[in-house]
């Protein structure tokens, strides 16, 4: 399963809209739909928020992004 797709299904179950997420990743929910999409390549600062606020390890989400994760610095 790809970045996007996994996100999403995270998201879903539990039970948070797009803009719930953005809101309380504090992101912009636009980037929330573009990462959905596939139209964003989060950094690790997003990675690192969404994991928080979805309850994942950011390990969990390396297997789903195309190359490998490399935090911000």
Do not use: C, W
Not at 22 to 44: C, F, M, T, W, Y
């Amino acid at each position: 399963m790809n970045l996007p797709a996994y996100v999403k299904q995270k998201r879903l179950e539990k039970r948070l809209s797009q803009q719930a997420l953005a809101d309380a990743a504090g992101l912009h929910v636009r980037s929330i739909q573009r990462l959905e999409k596939g139209q964003l390549n989060p950094h690790g600062y997003t990675l690192h928020r969404l994991s928080t606020i979805l309850e994942l390890n950011l390990n969990e989400l390396e297997p789903h992004l195309n190359g490998p994760f490399t935090p911000d610095k």
